[in-house]
Every structure is written in structure tokens, then in C-alpha cells.
């Protein structure tokens, strides 16, 4: 009797091994589909919304500032209260200065050390 249990797990054993690693991969690839069927659902209820002329009139006015022929856009640059950014130290002059640098040379200077510089390796080890 002992000889025909150990005979059923030599026989039963690398079997049903195989039968548990075939079931993690299925369970694995199931996961992976039903990601891939969300993913779809949502591109599908994506492209739905860019079907609709609303959206894409909502969309364009919002990100690109579009407006409809006849219509006016004002765009109000710095709305924000005062009392959250705190007031200015000094007020906006309303007269030019003329800077002492010459920004040409200036440019042409930091290019000149960029291409001169020493180079860093990821390792920072020079």
C-alpha cells in the first residue's frame, strides 16, 4: 500500500506542478487582458469625447484661446489677490537703464567655457 502512495506522488507530483505554474501564467495573461480591455475602454471613451464638436470647441478655447468669429478674448495676466502673492518692494520704474554688459560677448563667453569645461562623468568622477 505504501509503494502505491509513493508511486501516486512520483507519477501525480511533477504533473500537478506544472498544472500550479500553468494556472499563475494564465492568471498572469488574465490580468494582463483585463488591463488591456480597460486601457481600450478608456482610449474608446477618449476618442467618443473628440468625436463630440462641443468638447473639441471647450478644448480649443481652454488650451489654445481659440474664441468664435465675432466673440472678444480677454486673457488677464497676474489675477491673483494681493494679499496672497504679498505687495511689491519697489514700484516698476518707468525709465530705461542701459546695462553695462554687452550681451553678445557675454553669450559668446559662456559658450566658449561650456565648450572648454571639464566633463563630469555620471559617476562624478570627472
Known amino acids: ?33 483585463d488591463q488591456s480591455s480597460a486601457d481600450i475602454a478608456d482610449i474608446r471613451d477618449e476618442r467618443e469625447r473628440w468625436n463630440d464638436s462641443t468638447f473639441v470647441m471647450t478644448q480649443a478655447r481652454d488650451r489654445l484661446y481659440y474664441v468664435n468669429p465675432g466673440e472678444i478674448s480677454f486673457i488677464v495676466i497676474d489675477d491673483v ?39 563630469v562623468s555620471g559617476d562624478g568622477q570627472g
Open 1 to 33: 500500500m505504501m509503494g502505491v502512495v509513493v508511486l501516486g506522488v512520483i507519477v501525480v507530483g511533477p504533473n500537478l506542478k506544472a498544472y500550479i505554474d500553468q494556472r499563475q501564467q494564465i492568471a498572469a495573461l488574465q490580468e494582463s487582458v
Open 81 to 119: 489677490d494681493a494679499g496672497v502673492v504679498g505687495e511689491d518692494e519697489a514700484p516698476v520704474s518707468d525709465s530705461l537703464k542701459e546695462t553695462q554688459i554687452n550681451w553678445a560677448e557675454s553669450m559668446l563667453g559662456s559658450l566658449v567655457n561650456a565648450g572648454y569645461a571639464d566633463v
